[in-house]
């Protein structure tokens, strides 16, 4: 997989804003009545922190998943660590199973098929993810790289004329 054209920077406020929003969305689905929030590894941490916390969900279990090995490119699925067989129960039916993101769709493929009842909510969605995912907030082109606040640090930015310079 080549690097994607466009780049879409998320700081960490930008992030806490659109995990609170997708909190939102999730309170009025269900009825707000959530069993557990399940969320993929590593990428569902920090979203499920901030889920959990605003609709008072307290069973927080993962799924430990890796795909993109170097960067950008996926290698093969791993599933690292299932499920709790709890939760299994009814195909996952009340399950709230959290991800920062869907982008080809493989990951919440697997997820999906492990529990085909739960609800699947991302922060961010392409288009090939996005008809596996129930709800998200904000949708990027496929060709576009989320960075996100863990994976970055400050470094300096040259100007924008510099680039329109003839
Ligand atoms: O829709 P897909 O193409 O499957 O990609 C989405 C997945 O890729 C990233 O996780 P990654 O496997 O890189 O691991 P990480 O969460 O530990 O960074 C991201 O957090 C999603 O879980
Ligand atoms: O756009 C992305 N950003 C960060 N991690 C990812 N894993 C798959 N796609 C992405
Ligand atoms: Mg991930």
Redesign the pocket.
């Known amino acids: 997989m080549s690097l994607p054209e466009k780049a879409f920077p998320v700081s960490w406020d930008q992030f806490h804003r659109d995990a609170r929003a997708l909190a939102w969305r999730l309170a009025g689905a269900n009825k707000g009545q959530w069993k557990a929030i399940v969320c993929i590894t590593r990428g569902g941490l920090v979203p499920a922190a901030i889920i959990s916390r605003e609709l008072g969900i307290r069973v927080i279990e993962t799924v430990c998943v890796a795909s993109?090995h170097d960067y950008t490119s996926q290698g093969q699925l791993q599933v690292l660590k299932e499920i709790t067989p709890a939760l299994l129960a009814d195909d996952g039916a009340g399950v709230l199973i959290i991800d920062d993101?869907t982008?080809t769709g493989k990951t919440a493929g697997i997820v999906r098929a492990i529990m085909p009842k739960a609800h699947f909510a991302t922060v961010y969605a392409k288009p090939k993810g996005r008809p596996l995912v129930d709800t998200f907030v904000t949708e990027v082109s496929q060709d576009t790289?989320?960075y996100?606040p863990w994976d970055m640090g400050f470094t300096y930015q040259k100007p924008i004329a510099d680039d329109h310079a003839g």
């Open positions: 993109y993101l982008d790289w989320i996100f």
